[in-house]
C-alpha cells in the first residue's frame, strides 16, 4: 500500500479511507474484519501512551482533603508499591525499522489494548517534527498479526 510519505506490504483486501486533514497525511485503513487502523504521518501524531494514573492511598487521601471534588475516575488507588506494567493493556518494544527508532505496541491479551508503532521524529518540517503512528484498538487477532507483520515493512520517502 502506497501512502505517498510512507509505504508497506499489506493484505490485499485491506482498504484505505484517506481523512481530510490539513496539516498532515492522515486516514483509515479497514481490513478484511472490519478492524480500523489508524495513521498519521505529520506534526501531531498520538504517540500512543496509555495513560495510567497509579496512586497510593496515602497520596489519593491527601489529593481528596486539598480537593475534595478531584476527578479520580481514572486513579488506579494501591496500597503498597506495585509495578506499573501490571497496569497497562500493551507491552512496548523499541527496535530500528527503515533506519528509525519505532516503538511497536501490541496487546497483552488479543483483543484488548492497542497494536500500532509510534514514531517521534521522521525529519524535522516547516511546521516542526514529523512524527508517525500506525495503529488499531482492540483488533481481532488475525488483524493484529497482519498489522504487526505490516509495521515491519514500513518504508516511508525522504
Not at 62 to 85: G, S, Y
Not at 94 to 120: A, M, N
Request: aromatic share 12%.
Amino acid at each position: 500500500m502506497d501512502f505517498r510519505s510512507f509505504k508497506l506490504q499489506a493484505p490485499k483486501d485491506w482498504s484505505k479511507l484517506k481523512l481530510g486533514t490539513y496539516d498532515s497525511n492522515a486516514g483509515i485503513i479497514i481490513t478484511k474484519n472490519n478492524d480500523s487502523i489508524f495513521y498519521d504521518y505529520g506534526p501531531y501524531s498520538y504517540s500512543l501512551e496509555e495513560n495510567v494514573t497509579i496512586i497510593n492511598r496515602k497520596d489519593f487521601n491527601k489529593l481528596l482533603a486539598v480537593n475534595p471534588k478531584a476527578d479520580t475516575t481514572q486513579f488506579i488507588v494501591i496500597d503498597k508499591n506495585v509495578n506499573r506494567e501490571d497496569f497497562v493493556k500493551s507491552k512496548i518494544t523499541y527496535k530500528k525499522i527503515d533506519g528509525y527508532k519505532v516503538k511497536i505496541l501490541e496487546p497483552k491479551q488479543v483483543g484488548k489494548g492497542i497494536t500500532g508503532v509510534y514514531i517521534d521524529s521522521l525529519k524535522t518540517g516547516s511546521i516542526g517534527k514529523i512524527r508517525f503512528n500506525l495503529y488499531g484498538t482492540n483488533l481481532k487477532k488475525e488483524s493484529q498479526v497482519e498489522l504487526l507483520k505490516a509495521i515491519h515493512t514500513l518504508q516511508f520517502t525522504q
